[in-house]
């Protein structure tokens, strides 16, 4: 039910709008959207403080929803599902090649929206600060789900992303990932919760991104197998690309898993920084496990089973202790090994299902699978 408060607040803004005064009002408006035009102006016109409510439903906007406006630290701009209703942002009106929705800005909280049928990348953050992404989904788009990209880009925390079913047609599968954090710079990044999965291309990609990303708790699974019917289909498959055009830089991945990926489930992708694979496991991927041939990477306690070609493929400069395939180290057993359970809706606070699958048990080795 719609509170008092925010019928006031969105009548206030609406008299502002209608006297064509776009400067800031004094107070930080709730904005109640039931509409595609409310939503693009809520967005493009919001100011730090601004919290945009959208009612449940399936909207269709015609051109990329977008805005430049900057919250602040204490006073970020909101942009949510309005209480528990289910709100859908459909790519399906736009012209060919665009985005639903792109932010150059810092300080926004966005959470609870499903960005879906995107004609090319779904969301994308273009050197942003302090962003919080909270539970929304990106799915069945044309080109990466999430992404974000350009220098500056810092202090980010993507948590409880679903991305998955993103496929890029025009270049048969080869560029369409869960999550793309690529082209850019800037320290602070986390992906946290994450279900990044039957993707064209890779799970997560850090191409040419050159500071430190971390990723924990996040599953990344089924990428890179051709879905589409593509008899050029050209998409890799590694769970977790962790790097690439050059760059030197130590990402972080803890406590995240990788199963059923076309190609390898944790690679460096030819960055030879000091890359950190903690508390991971790679099963059933299709080429290894773990591929780190020319990194100084630290790999500790991960478990690799069942891999095409292998466990691990790993050069002279890594570090490699208390990983299964290390000596001395034992292998655990699975107490599942169907994966059923992971599709499941994930808990009423938006962490990942529960589930056995790949879990073992151990205090001291592999993913823990929550
Ligand atoms: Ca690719
Ligand atoms: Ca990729």
């Not at 079913?165 to 082209?183: L, P, R, S, T």
Request: glycine share 12%; proline share 2%.
């Amino acid at each position: 039910m719609r509170s008092l408060r925010n019928v006031l607040a969105a009548s206030a803004a609406a008299t502002v709008v209608g006297l064509g005064l776009f400067c800031a009002p004094a107070f930080a408006a709730t904005v109640v959207v039931s509409n595609v035009t409310d939503l693009s102006n809520a967005i493009k016109n919001a100011t730090a403080g601004t919290v945009i409510q959208v009612r449940g439903g399936t909207y269709y906007p015609t051109t990329t929803l977008q805005s430049t406006a900057n919250g602040s630290s204490s006073s970020p701009i909101t942009l949510t599902a309005y209480g528990s209703e289910v709100v859908k942002i459909s790519g399906t009106s736009l012209p060919s090649g665009s985005w639903i929705f792109k932010l150059t800005a810092d300080y926004w909280n966005v959470s609870n929206i499903i960005f879906q049928n995107s004609p090319d990348s779904a969301v994308v953050c273009q050197s942003c600060i302090g962003t919080n992404w909270n539970n929304i989904k990106t799915i069945n788009g044309g080109d990466s789900g999430f992404t974000l990209t350009g220098d500056g880009t810092s202090n980010n925390t993507v948590r409880n992303l679903d991305s998955y079913g993103n496929y890029d047609a025009a270049e048969h599968g080869e560029n369409a990932d869960g999550v793309a954090i690529k082209f850019g710079s800037g320290t602070g990044n986390l992906v946290t919760g994450a279900r990044l999965y039957n993707n064209s291309d890779d799970g997560i990609d850090l191409w040419s991104f050159s500071s430190p990303v971390t990723i924990e708790h996040t599953w990344s699974f089924g990428n890179g197998k051709n879905r589409w019917s593509d008899s050029a289909f050209a998409g890799d498959g590694n769970g977790y690309k962790l790097g690439g055009d050059g760059e030197t830089v130590a990402h972080v991945v803890n406590n995240s898993a990788a199963w059923d990926d076309a190609g390898n489930g944790f690679t460096e992708n030819s960055n030879k920084g000091a890359i950190v694979i903690n508390r991971t496991t790679a099963y059933a991927n299709g080429n290894y496990g773990y591929y780190f041939a020319t990194s100084s990477a630290k790999l500790g306690k991960n478990l690799a089973v069942g891999n095409g070609r292998g466990s691990v493929s790993k050069g002279s400069s890594v570090t490699s202790a208390g990983n299964n395939w290390d000596s001395g180290i034992s292998t655990p057993s699975f107490l599942s090994t169907n994966a059923t359970t992971c599709y499941n809706a994930r808990s009423s606070s938006g962490t990942l299902p529960a589930t056995t699958f790949l879990t073992t048990g151990s205090s001291t080795i592999g993913a823990t699978m929550n």
